[in-house]
């Protein structure tokens, strides 16, 4: 069965950057989009970034630009979403996704205080 494991979030100073990552299991993972989304206290999920199957189109929200990048490694069924310049704002759970499917990891909180 499909499984998504989110792993790299935790506590970082604004400015700060995380690294994230995400194992694929469970389907043929270079035939598929990924996304990271994320879900603030209180607020809906948003979509945060997404790479096609080969990593040739990439595409942010609108507060991401310039600061996250989203990669992949097919080969270890892996994708990343690079953060930078944290801000408070940016502190949430955040989950990446399998284009076409509704299912949803365990996610892994990203906290940005000071």
């Known amino acids: 069965q499909v499984q998504l494991v989110e792993s790299g979030g935790g506590l970082v100073q604004p400015g700060g950057s995380l690294r994230l990552s995400c194992a694929a299991s469970?389907?043929?993972?270079?035939?598929?989009?990924m996304s990271w989304y994320r879900q603030a206290p209180g607020k809906e999920r948003e979509l945060v970034a997404a790479i096609s199957s080969t990593g040739a189109v990439r595409s942010y929200g609108d507060s991401m630009k310039g600061r996250f990048t989203i990669s992949r490694d097919n080969a270890k069924n892996t994708v990343y979403l690079q953060m930078n310049s944290l801000k408070f704002e940016d502190t949430a759970v955040y989950y990446c996704?399998?284009?076409?499917?509704?299912?949803w990891g365990q996610g892994t909180q990203v906290t940005v205080s000071s």
């Open positions: 996704k399998r284009a076409g499917l509704s299912y």
């Open positions: 469970g389907f043929t993972f270079s035939s598929y989009g």
